[in-house]
């Protein structure tokens, strides 16, 4: 499915706001050097626009301002409707209360969990070394690309032609061309990339080739024609690399730390089921079941924020050449 970018706000991201908004004292002032927009008496600051800013993926120096337009216009959006609900007294409510307490033990849960993931990552300079000399398309020969993109959803009898087109060195204008007169669905586009914001699987074939080249990619359900228009070599030193390289050991260590730690939690803490939960805990365990109402605890998510602070995450950018 082809999918482009945009910046939306899930229910419980909202709920996370209001919970926010409604524990905070009404009269306070926030500084008006960070002020970037008023809702009749409110506020609206730069550090509440950069909070959200972290759960956008992908965002580059070019399209931070307009990522940040679309994020303080969410936040307006949003604090018209707190003031809607507010005078309905919706916040008083008690469904909404729970929400509200609901969504502030998550954030206060994930928060410890976030710093317990950073204390306990402990990654020594030889780990951080190997890594580097490792992926030296990541660092020491690391590239910026402008390259073309032509996706499409996989199918191997297009993807013999498509072999045969590249080896023939057909352009991709002339190749999308086939691809219409053949009611062939594809997404196409022209973007500038650092090698550590494309995924892993595809920088080897990027890394070995030349200005010039059109490689197929398979990835997934998907393949993509890339033309690579310009190579600029970019290289990152050791001293430099390093705060990335401890972030991903840290984001892929995360839930291991987190399911041992909650153990351990789990031990120390004074437990008791009551009623119907303690005649449950007592029977045979059955795989658990997630439900729209539970608070829970995401240590991917977690150990994904962690990793965004020092770096963006290793993708092409979804709609990019979109396909899922």
Known sequence: MYRSFYVGRTLSIVLIAVALTACGKGGDKKASTQTVAKVDDTEITMHEVNLLLKGVPNITPENAPTMR???????????????????????RTPEVIMAMEAAKKEVL??????????????????????????????????????FDDIGLGKNDAILATLKEDVAQQKTLPEIANWLKDNSVKYSSGSYTRPAEQIPLTMLPKLQDAKEGDTVIIEAGNAIHLIHIVKAENSPIDLAAATPFIKSFFVHTRGKEIVDEKMKQFRKEAKVEYVGEFAVANNAPQTAPVATATTTQVDTKAIAKEVESK????????EGVAGLK
């Not at 307006?76 to 309905?88: F, P």
């Not at 410890?112 to 990541?138: C, G, M, R, W």
């Open 69 to 91: 337009k679309q994020v303080l216009d969410k936040l307006i959006d949003q604090q018209i409707l707190v003031e809607k609900a507010n005078k309905e007294s919706l916040d």
């Open 109 to 146: 849960a994930n928060a410890y969990l976030q710093k317990l993931v950073t204390s306990s990552s402990k990654i020594n300079d030889t780990e951080v070394k190997h890594y580097f000399t490792d992926h030296p398309a990541l660092f020491s020969n690391r590239r910026i690309y402008t």
């Open 310 to 317: 020092a770096n963006k995450q290793l993708s092409i950018e």
